[in-house]
């Protein structure tokens, strides 16, 4: 499925659960709002058939004080039912009275109870259920309003025998609370929702397909455009789209990706071959020197070439310990929790190169890192600083704040400031270093600094007076030491 359809889809679903919640709450709460208020009115109008038999009198309002389609009982002290309602007869003919009022309740005695009607003959009427029933009781009812006992009519006043006796009842009046307009109104409400909620969800999806539509069209034009790019075209970018959102965000992203992309295949083009010319120059010189060797066999000074093709062997083995050097540097090792005292490794340099180079150390400068790869970063610092010192190479250790700092210094012609950085690209030398013999392959400087970038340090030219100034800097190891993660 489509993220647009499954998007849609879940709006949808949710849709209709929030309304199929809604709509239950909905029917409850109109359900029991009408219940209340249906209790409510029957509780008004058993108070009237109280009021009248309390006073012995009927009420003057018609149909007694109760409603057309009221069910009621009233009954005696002894349980026998005075009158009830020809409704409740007719469905349940067969029931038993309800409880009269305790013996001692007092004058405002009121009860809530509920009870069933149970007509065997009609199961599935709407009547067949369990209602609520409000009672309350009556003193000192004169017997005009009681006899005869056991009638069934439409009021409590209907049948009655007009006796002048002069006895007098306790009776206990009893009326049902009718659920029709609760249910009528439960069945309106049910029947709206019925109707409104498959067009609710119906709208919500198609509003949420044409919105996730919309979102996504960038969203597919990047994927277009991604799809397209390929070696030969990383050039190409993303379009953006105008409103400044995740979608324009992500384009940002995958735009900055893509030039990294870039940047890196030249650097890698350019790398191949700038290696390529490297490596086809000592290769060349052997190749030559063996033919010229073999083509004049008996006038060949044999360890004169053996000698020169060595030089050029030794060449290429250098240049190719550098490459994996240098592939090694970038290839994200991390660094082992080793402490190098980088004062102990200048002066062992300083000791190997003799007069040339002078070492200015003060005391212990420790850091953290592989003890190798630092002494390589010196060891490539002071190469270079001797390859184009006229007589003198200065390499001096300290520590400044929370950095450890080393810098080697020439006294030859220096480094114009616009190559300073050039100097650390891969196999750049500059026109007086190509001139001269004694020329690097142009790695030393690269590998050097990335030496000290994987150790969380920074490698770069400075500013001096005379020749060229380099100045590293290391992290110094503290008292308490933590693993350092190298740069990613």
């Known amino acids: 499925m489509s993220l647009r359809a499954s ?39 058993l108070g009237r058939v109280v009021d009248s038999l309390r006073s012995g009198r009927p009420p003057a309002a018609a149909g007694g004080g109760l409603s057309g389609d009221a069910l009621f009982e009233i009954v005696t002290d002894t349980g026998e039912v005075v009158v009830r309602s020809a409704a409740l007869a007719r469905l349940d003919p067969a029931r038993g009275a309800l409880p009269p009022a305790p013996a001692g309740a007092p004058a405002d005695w009121s009860t809530r109870t509920t009870t069933d009607l149970r007509p065997g003959e009609h199961p599935d009427w709407r009547e067949y259920r369990s209602y609520t029933v409000l009672g309350a009781v009556a003193r000192d009812v004169p017997a005009a309003l009681v006899e005869p006992l056991g009638r069934a009519a439409s009021t409590p006043w209907d049948g009655l025998a007009g006796t002048d006796d002069a006895r007098r009842y306790r009776l206990t009046a009893y009326l049902f609370v009718l659920p029709w307009d609760a249910q009528s109104a439960m069945r309106g409400v049910s029947q709206l929702l019925l109707h409104a909620v498959p067009l609710a969800v119906l709208f ?68 191949v071959a700038d290696a390529s010319h490297e490596l086809r120059s000592p290769l060349a010189n052997l190749r030559a020197g063996l033919e010229v060797a073999l083509v004049h066999a008996d006038r060949a000074d044999w360890p004169r070439t053996a000698s020169r093709a060595l030089g050029d062997v030794q060449r290429l083995q250098d240049l190719v310990a550098d490459l994996l050097l240098l592939a090694e540097s970038e290839a994200g090792d991390p660094v082992p929790p080793v402490e190098v005292d980088l004062a102990v490794l200048a002066h062992e340099q300083a000791a190997e190169r003799g007069p040339l180079v002078r070492c200015s150390a003060e005391g212990e400068v420790l850091v953290r890192g592989r003890l190798v790869r630092l002494d390589r970063l010196l060891r490539n610092l002071l190469d270079n600083a001797e390859r184009h010192a006229r007589s003198q190479v200065t390499v001096r250790v300290r520590a400044a704040g929370s950095e450890a700092v080393v810098e080697v210094l020439d006294d030859g ?12 690209e891969r196999f750049t030398r500059l026109d007086d270093a190509r001139a001269r013999d004694t020329g690097g392959s142009g790695l030393g400087l690269a590998i050097a600094r990335g030496i000290a970038w994987r150790h969380g340090g920074t490698l770069r030219v400075a500013d001096s007076d005379t020749g060229a100034l380099l100045v590293a800097t290391l992290p110094l190891l503290t008292d308490h030491p933590a693993e350092t993660s190298p740069r990613a």
């Open 7 to 45: 998007a849609a889809l879940a709006a949808g679903l949710a849709c209709a659960g929030v309304f199929g919640l809604g709509g239950l709450a909905a029917r409850a709460v109109v359900y029991n709002g009408q219940l209340r208020a249906a209790e409510s009115t029957a509780g008004a109008e």
């Open 204 to 271: 919500v999806m198609v509003v949420a397909w044409l919105a996730t539509g919309r979102t996504l069209r960038p969203v597919e034009a990047i994927r277009r455009e991604m799809a397209e790019i390929g070696e030969h075209a990383l050039d190409r970018r993303v379009p953006v789209p105008p409103s400044r959102d995740e979608v324009s965000r992500l384009a940002d992203t995958t735009n900055a990706t893509l030039d990294r992309l870039e940047q890196a295949h030249r650097r890698q083009q350019r790398f």
């Open 413 to 424: 012609p220096g480094i114009p400031p616009e190559e300073r950085e050039r100097v650390f």
